[in-house]
């Protein structure tokens, strides 16, 4: 009987026993990731994520995490009769959607997902860029056809202000942030795409690694003509890429671009509909999604390869690597 206990307990810790690594070379370290996809409306993906960052922070990381909330803005939009409108792919944002943007954000989506985090213990703290001066922006003006175009509340980050996030972290806590920002140059605040947001805020922070959750399984590498999924890429091939990527991604990779440029070591885009996806990704050799590191990271790590492989290749002959 206690022979099979031991046998059936046997790939539990094996799972441990890989995620080992991992836990040594992530501890004490910040990752910032952005809620987002059906990972928000799907109930049990939600209890799932809450899970996942609290075990980050329960094994020695420091997870901030950033979201926004177009389903749930949609829903309120439509409930008070405002129309939804898109341009350049952003939400026009009127004054009065911005207070329904401000007030599902902040009073909605936030206050859930930290009630979620907390069912583990006092941990999570919800802000918003507002707070404490946290994310500034300017009013941002796309151009469309060659012009300058008014989409309303829609704001350019100008500037971060860590001190409140990483007095938070200081404490032991997971910072939940809204994505809205002070102005910069008026009295208004602004509405700021999120994953804009998670990467100024990851590169501010000196994140170890971004996170972007998504619906999809990371970025194709000849979609719709194939579903294979790169797994990884440094910053000048994505860079290349950029160009021919499907709006909706668009503003990912560039996140992922951002904090990669601007000193975060790792930047992914990864499933978010897959339960546990932040876990996978993290802690096993395999992970899932799309990976984005720097020229010289890739460099180093070709170099160790053929390092690997030229004294596996010595030791087979029976000598010594020089």
Same mark, same amino acid.
């Given at each position: 009987m206690s022979t099979a206990r031991r046998h059936t307990a046997l790939p539990k810790a094996e799972i441990l026993i890989e995620a080992l690594p991992w836990l040594t070379r992530h501890n004490g370290k910040v990752v910032v990731i952005k809620f987002g996809g059906n990972a928000m409306i799907d109930e049990d993906l939600?209890?799932?994520f809450a899970q996942d960052v609290v075990f980050l922070r329960q094994?020695?990381?420091?997870?901030?995490?950033v979201h926004g909330g177009g389903p749930? /803005?949609?829903?309120?939009?439509?409930?008070? $009769?405002? +129309?939804? =409108?898109?341009?350049?792919?952003?939400?026009?944002?009127?004054?009065e959607a911005m207070d329904v943007v401000r007030m599902v954000l902040a009073g909605q989506v936030q206050r859930e997902l930290v009630g979620l985090l907390n069912q583990h213990g006092p941990l999570a703290v919800g802000m918003t860029g507002e707070d404490a001066h946290t994310i500034t922006a300017t009013k941002y003006l796309p151009e /469309?056809?060659?012009?300058?175009?008014?989409? $309303?509340? +829609?704001? =350019?980050?100008?500037a971060i202000d860590t001190g409140a996030i990483e007095a938070l972290l200081a404490d032991g806590r997971i910072p939940v942030i809204s994505s809205i920002a002070r102005s910069a140059d008026d009295h208004h605040v602004y509405n700021v795409n999120a994953d804009t947001a998670a990467a100024a805020l990851a590169a501010a922070l000196?994140?170890?690694?971004?996170?972007?959750?998504?619906?999809?399984?990371g970025l194709y590498a000849d979609w719709p003509n194939s579903d294979e999924?790169?797994?990884?890429?440094t910053v000048s091939q994505l860079e290349k890429l950029l160009p021919e990527l499907s709006s909706g991604m668009v503003p990912k990779m560039e996140g992922c671009l951002h904090a990669v440029r601007n000193g975060v070591t790792t930047a992914r885009v990864i499933d978010g509909r897959v339960q546990h996806s932040i876990l996978l990704e993290i802690f096993t050799d395999e992970g899932i999604g799309t990976m984005v590191v720097p020229d010289a990271q890739a460099a180093v790590t070709q170099a160790a390869a053929i390092q690997a492989a030229a004294t596996q290749a010595v030791q087979t002959q029976g000598g010594d690597p020089a």
């Open positions: 939600k209890a799932a094994a020695g990381l420091k997870p901030v995490v749930q /803005i949609n829903a309120q939009l439509n409930k008070q $009769g405002l +129309v939804s =409108e898109f341009k350049a792919g952003l939400r026009v944002t009127t004054p /469309i056809d060659g012009e300058s175009v008014d989409i $309303g509340r +829609v704001g =350019e980050i100008t000196g994140a170890e690694t971004l996170m972007v959750l998504t619906d999809v399984e999924v790169i797994s990884r890429l």
